[in-house]
């Protein structure tokens, strides 16, 4: 996964969002990358809390930041002065009780967003969106978000997670004016 969105994302000195972050992996790498922060937000307290072990006395404690929040609840209601260059959203939006809410918020806060989407039939979670495929998934982006124009929605790889039966689409999105 990290492949696909680095051979596609610039993240020298940008500030990200990690909604959904796990236990990380993806903001240590853009870190690496060169973003300048990056907001973990996690929901599941265990996790977060071996993220604080993991990042308390290494150098990513200097840019990463961890929230243990659920991710709707903080993100809805915020101002739109919170701004950021890059959100990135993997394998969460299944999970959300609003999903399509949550595209809508990167599209309007974030210049550029990478979503990894998980379908119907691939894990446990309850894919609220009823989203079958990449074409399905492409109308939901283009009909719930602020992306549009040419090359502001665009698939840029796919993900095989271990004995899953599908495989899951890396969707690069762009605001019009939005980041490489």
């Known amino acids: 996964?990290?492949?696909?969105?680095?051979?596609?994302?610039?993240?020298?000195n940008k500030f990200v969002i990690d909604i959904g972050s796990?236990?990380?992996?993806?903001?240590?790498?853009?870190?690496d990358?060169?973003?300048?922060?990056?907001v973990c937000i996690e929901k599941a307290e265990h996790v977060y809390?071996?993220?604080?072990?993991?990042?308390?006395?290494?150098?990513y404690s200097l840019n990463i930041n961890l929230i243990n929040a659920d991710a709707e609840k903080i993100l809805y209601g915020t101002a739109s002065t919170f701004d950021m260059d890059i959100a990135i959203c993997t394998s969460v939006l299944a999970?959300?009780?609003?999903?399509?809410?949550?595209?809508?918020?990167?599209?309007k806060h974030a210049k550029l967003s990478i979503i990894e989407t998980q379908y119907i039939g691939d894990g446990p979670g309850?894919?609220?969106?009823?989203?079958?495929?990449?074409?399905?998934?492409?109308?939901?982006l283009k009909t719930f978000t602020l992306w549009n124009g040419k090359n502001g929605i665009r698939k840029i790889g796919e993900t095989k997670i271990g004995i899953r039966p599908g495989t899951r689409s890396i969707w690069l999105c762009k605001r019009k004016g939005g980041a490489r």
């Open 1 to 12: 996964m990290w492949k696909a969105i680095n051979d596609h994302v610039d993240f020298q």
């Open 22 to 31: 796990g236990y990380c992996d993806i903001a240590m790498m853009a870190v």
């Open 33 to 38: 990358a060169g973003a300048h922060t990056v």
């Open 49 to 59: 809390n071996k993220n604080l072990k993991r990042l308390e006395y290494g150098t």
């Open 95 to 107: 999970y959300l009780k609003n999903p399509t809410m949550m595209l809508a918020w990167m599209s």
């Open 126 to 140: 309850n894919n609220k969106m009823g989203i079958f495929d990449d074409e399905a998934m492409k109308f939901m």
